[in-house]
T-cell receptor, first 115, second 116 residues
Framework: AQTVTQSQPEMSVQEAETVTLSCTYDTSESDYYLFWYKQPPSRQMILVIRQEAYKQQNATENRFSVNFQKAAKSFSLKISDSQLGDAAMYFCAYRSWTTGNQFYFGTGTSLTVIP | DGGITQSPKYLFRKEGQNVTLSCEQNLNHDAMYWYRQDPGQGLRLIYYSQIVNDFQKGDIAEGYSVSREKKESFPLTVTSAQKNPTAFYLC???????????????FGQGTRLTVV
């Protein structure tokens, strides 16, 4: 089974600053999807950004962008101009393109935004 | 609006009782999932279903059961065999991974189960 590793259990950032959350994964597949989810205190899981492995261009969504390094199996999330509402737990997730329907999640990074 | 609905939001169970958590989606998704979330452990897969009348065990299926009689519904039963059922439970759905488009998991709002 694929594994997803988030090595930073907790991170903090000053409001308006930039922070990068790390994620690495282990797979032998060439085609797959990667995702970042946000879970605020309400515990609703919200998709932040998705990346298809076949696309070389890094995905961006407003203040959120990723650094996808396929050879290194790394998928970091950069949050620019951090806002108080960005405070949440962030989960990295992997999904195979072809084998099965499972999603594999990391253990999460708790982000604190300091006013 | 399309979405995925879990009910109830909070559920209390006495020891030795079975309880069923509801999950309904109107997104026309083939795949549905149940996850358990405990502090510091991320999301752990309990069961998943790729099509109606078929489902597979996940990593922590012991003490749980599911059914998939309709495409829209994937209820989870927490049985008395589950030794530590107090947790937050999340249901999700998705399209097939080989479909172009929105291949992410869509989540319900979760059910907090407490054993009293």
């Amino acid at each position: 089974a694929q594994t997803v590793t988030q090595s930073q259990p907790e991170m903090s950032v000053q409001e308006a600053e930039t922070v990068t959350l790390s994620c690495t994964y282990d797979t032998s597949e060439s085609d797959y999807y990667l995702f970042w989810y946000k879970q605020p205190p309400s515990r609703q899981m919200i998709l932040v950004i998705r990346q298809e492995a076949y696309k070389q261009q890094n995905a961006t969504e407003n203040r959120f962008s990723v650094n996808f390094q396929k050879a290194a199996k790394s998928f970091s999330l950069k949050i620019s101009d951090s806002q108080l509402g960005d405070a949440a737990m962030y989960f990295c997730a992997y999904r195979s393109w072809t084998t099965g329907n499972q999603f594999y999640f990391g253990t999460g990074t708790s982000l604190t935004v300091i006013p | 609006d399309g979405g995925i609905t879990q009910s109830p939001k909070y559920l209390f169970r006495k020891e030795g009782q079975n309880v069923t958590l509801s999950c309904e989606q109107n997104l026309n998704h083939d795949a549905m999932y149940w996850y358990r979330q405990d502090p510091g452990q991320g999301l752990r897969l309990i069961y998943y279903s790729q099509i109606v009348n078929d489902f597979q065990k996940g990593d922590i299926a012991e003490g749980y059961s599911v059914s998939r009689e309709k495409k829209e519904s994937f209820p989870l039963t927490v049985t008395s065999a589950q030794k530590n059922p107090t947790a937050f439970y999340l249901c999700a759905s998705s399209i097939s991974p080989d479909s172009r488009g929105h291949t992410e998991a869509f989540f319900g709002q979760g059910t907090r189960l407490t054993v009293v």
